[in-house]
T-cell receptor
Framework: KQEVTQIPAALSVPEGENLVLNCSFT??????LQWFRQDPGKGLTSLLL?????REQTSGRLNASLDKSSGRSTLYIAASQPGDSATYLC?????????????FGQGTTLQVKP | NAGVTQTPKFQVLKTGQSMTLQCAQD?????MYWYRQDPGMGLRLIYY???????DKGEVPNGYNVSRLNKREFSLRLESAAPSQTSVYFC????????????FGEGSRLTVL
C-alpha cells in the first residue's frame, strides 16, 4: 500500500532563507507527483507536477525534484518570503496511470518570519 | 474563470440531519472527486466520478452518497449526519491532458453537533 510521508510537520525560518521540504513515498511505481499549497481556510493550489519520467520541475523560486528509485521528492524554495507561509502538501496517484485519486502526505506547515 | 465552485462554504448540522454539498466545474473536465480533510488524517478520497454517468467509492465512502448530475456537477450527500463527519470537504476535477493536474475548490466546512 502506497504511503506518503512529509517531514518536518512544521518549519519556521527567517525571511530570505533558502529551504527544502521533503516528501517520501513507499511505492516507486508512480505516474507523477504533485506539490500543492494550502493557505489557512482555503483550498489546494497546484504548484508543481513532476511526471515519472522527469527529474525536476521549476516555477519561479520553486524547484521540485523527483528520485523514484529512492522514493523521495524535495521542494526547494529560494529566498523565502512571508507570503510563502502556508501548508505544503505532496501527493501521488493511487495505482498506476493518470488519475485524480491521490494519496496525500500530511503536509509541512511553513512560517516565514519577516 | 471560476474553476471549481463549492456550495455551501459553511454549514452546521444536528446529528441525524441530511444535506447535500454541491460542486460544479466550468473546465469541461471528465473526472471529479470528493475529498475530506481532517487534522492528523490529511486528505482522504470519499467518492469519485471518472466520467459522466459513473461513480465509484474511494477510501472512506461510508455515510455518503454521490450524484454526477451532468458533466459539470458532482454532489455529495450526507443522509444522516454524524459528528464523525465534521470535516472540511473538497471537490476537485482532473485536467484534460495526460499531465494529471488536479484542480480544487475552496472547500465546504461542515460541523455536525
Amino acid at each position: 500500500k502506497q504511503e506518503v510521508t512529509q517531514i518536518p510537520a512544521a518549519l519556521s525560518v527567517p525571511e530570505g532563507e533558502n529551504l527544502v521540504l521533503n516528501c517520501s513515498f513507499t511505492d516507486s511505481a508512480i505516474y507523477n507527483l504533485q506539490w500543492f499549497r494550502q493557505d489557512p481556510g482555503k483550498g489546494l493550489t497546484s504548484l508543481l507536477l513532476i511526471q515519472s519520467s522527469q527529474r525536476e520541475q521549476t516555477s519561479g523560486r520553486l524547484n521540485a525534484s523527483l528520485d523514484k528509485s529512492s522514493g523521495r521528492s524535495t521542494l526547494y524554495i529560494a529566498a523565502s518570503q512571508p507570503g510563502d507561509s502556508a501548508t505544503y502538501l505532496c501527493a501521488v496517484p493511487h495505482g498506476s496511470g493518470n488519475t485524480g485519486k491521490l494519496i496525500f502526505g500530511q503536509g509541512t506547515t511553513l512560517q516565514v518570519k519577516p | 474563470n471560476a474553476g471549481v465552485t463549492q456550495t455551501p462554504k459553511f454549514q452546521v448540522l444536528k446529528t441525524g440531519q441530511s444535506m447535500t454539498l454541491q460542486c460544479a466545474q466550468d473546465m469541461n473536465h471528465n473526472s471529479m472527486y470528493w475529498y475530506r480533510q481532517d487534522p492528523g488524517m490529511g486528505l482522504r478520497l470519499i467518492y469519485y466520478s471518472a466520467s459522466e454517468g459513473t461513480t465509484d467509492k474511494g477510501e472512506v465512502p461510508n455515510g455518503y452518497n454521490v450524484s454526477r448530475l451532468n458533466k459539470r456537477e458532482f454532489s455529495l450527500r450526507l443522509e444522516s449526519a454524524a459528528p464523525s463527519q465534521t470535516s472540511v470537504y473538497f471537490c476537485a476535477s482532473l485536467g484534460h491532458t495526460q499531465i494529471g493536474e488536479l484542480f480544487f475548490g475552496e472547500g465546504s466546512r461542515l460541523t455536525v453537533l
